[in-house]
């Protein structure tokens, strides 16, 4: 394959280890981490990429130590403070994706202006995953389809499942990333996965930056995307679904 993936899906993964090797808590490798973010965010700008979803905090993260969820939870805050005006100016339109209910309500305020204010733009889809769950995403929108369609007795069709979890603006990811070392998709968007390509590095999140990320789309570059068919009938299709195989 020769085009860049139109659809990265990032889990910023290995905060706590990289401070823990440097002695330090482990809340500082989570603002470490938010440097990766800026990196990565500009590096996706300048190469094309048209969606980037990234998994900032998981429905299962809740059960961490509660200094540490807050610590997380401001550190959003003061980022989304800080950082709009700058993803705004640079064309980025920013989405957040999860359930909201637990969060703070001038969290909740600061992220639907963030949304308000940059959804004009369409450089870059930057979507952030936050209290974000893959199984919440799909139970919700099989709850959504009953609320609207109470008559319906014969289920819903996966066009209309998709068309109604939280994701539902964007095509699925191409590209899927894990850094940190280990090999699990912890309740990411496990609808959407189903034929992404799969990316795992050792590469702590704070570490992570263009260079580690060109190394993953390289290693995209070099697959082939077969969607179920034969290599050999792949020859000559230019579409999304089964373009032609690395040359
Ligand atoms: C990822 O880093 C950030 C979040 C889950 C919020 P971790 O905090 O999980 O870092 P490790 O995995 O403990 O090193
Ligand atoms: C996944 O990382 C969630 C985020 C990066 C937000 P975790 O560190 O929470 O994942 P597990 O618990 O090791 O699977
Ligand atoms: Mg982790």
């Not at 993964?13 to 973010?37: I, T, Y």
């Not at 992570?208 to 068919?229: H, M, N, P, W």
Request: with cysteine; net charge neutral; glycine share 8%.
């Amino acid at each position: 394959m020769s085009v860049v993936p139109q659809h990265i899906a990032i889990i910023m993964d290995g905060n706590g280890r990289w401070a823990r090797k440097r002695f330090m808590p482990r809340v500082a490798g989570h603002s470490r981490g938010l440097e990766s973010v800026r990196a990565v965010v500009k590096a996706c700008v300048e190469r094309g990429i048209e969606y980037l979803t990234l998994f900032a905090f998981s429905s299962e993260n809740w059960r961490r130590p509660a200094d540490e969820v807050s610590f997380l939870m401001q550190l959003f805050m003061r980022a989304l403070r800080k950082e709009v005006a700058r993803l705004d100016h640079n064309g980025i339109r920013l989405r957040v994706i999860g359930d909201m209910s637990r969060f703070d309500p001038e969290l909740v305020r600061i992220i639907r202006e963030s949304e308000e204010k940059t959804a004009g733009n369409g450089k870059l889809n930057l979507c952030v995953a936050a209290n974000y769950g893959g199984r919440w995403d799909i139970a919700n929108a099989v709850s959504s389809l009953m609320q609207a369609h109470p008559e319906r007795r014969d289920g819903f069709s996966e066009e209309e499942l998709a068309g109604a979890l939280s994701m539902n603006f964007a095509p699925e990811p191409d590209l899927f990333i894990r850094t940190g070392g280990e090999k699990r998709i912890s309740n990411f968007m496990l609808w959407q996965l189903a034929y992404t390509e799969l990316y795992f590095t050792d590469t702590l999140w704070p570490d992570f930056d263009a260079a580690t990320l060109d190394e993953a789309i390289a290693s995209y570059k070099g697959r082939e995307r077969r969607f179920g068919r034969t290599s050999e009938q792949l020859i000559g299709r230019t579409d999304q679904k089964g373009a032609a195989p690395h040359a």
